[in-house]
């Protein structure tokens, strides 16, 4: 089985990816989420997936928070709606920083939960991962996980599991528009 590194959102999300995936890799999830605030949050939406992630028997890697380094990053596209620029950039940042973490450490492929929210535009999320695999030399796995009802699927699951279940993307930018 080839070995995933599957980089999450949060805990709901990845429930249904994590289900799907399960059978066909060796499925590790990389919690990288620098764009969450407040801190409390990010920390909330942790011991969600760390939850999603033992009810699942898979490993679980937290990446360092360095939410001032991606406010750098997204800088002069706080203004942007959300869908827009910034998030196409905010996808950049989090799955380049997975695949370069997937290539060190010895993974096949590397992939993102970003795609079962209907609120994310999939084929960007799919762009973005196929351009930072072919800069870094390691598959992406393209995917829609919304497809076949994944985010309901994703919603029950959450329930059945008893997931806080956050009401906004992650960044102020986002949290502002709710």
């Not at 920083?97 to 096949?108: C, M, P, S, V, Y």
């Not at 598959?139 to 059945?160: H, M, T, V």
């Amino acid at each position: 089985m080839k070995k995933l590194l599957l980089h999450s959102c949060c805990g709901p999300c990845s429930t249904v990816c994590i289900e799907r995936l399960k059978g066909e890799y060796d499925v590790t999830v990389f919690y990288h989420n620098p764009n969450i605030e407040p801190f409390e949050e990010y920390e909330k939406r942790k011991e969600e997936q760390k939850k999603v992630c033992e009810f699942f028997c898979v490993p679980f890697i937290d990446a360092d928070y360095d939410n001032a380094d991606w406010l750098k990053f997204v800088e002069g596209l706080e203004n942007e709606k959300e869908g827009g620029a910034r998030c196409e950039k905010c996808f950049a940042y989090r799955l380049r920083r997975t695949a370069l973490f997937a290539k060190e450490k010895g993974f096949d492929i590397f992939g993102t939960t970003l795609s079962v929210s209907p609120h994310k535009n999939t084929m960007i999320i799919n762009r973005v991962g196929d351009k930072i695999s072919q800069e870094n030399e390691i598959d992406f796995l393209p995917e829609s996980f919304k497809k076949k009802d994944g985010y309901l699927r994703s919603i029950n699951l959450a329930k059945e599991l008893d997931l806080y279940r956050q009401n906004y993307c992650g960044c102020h930018f986002a949290r502002r528009e709710n």
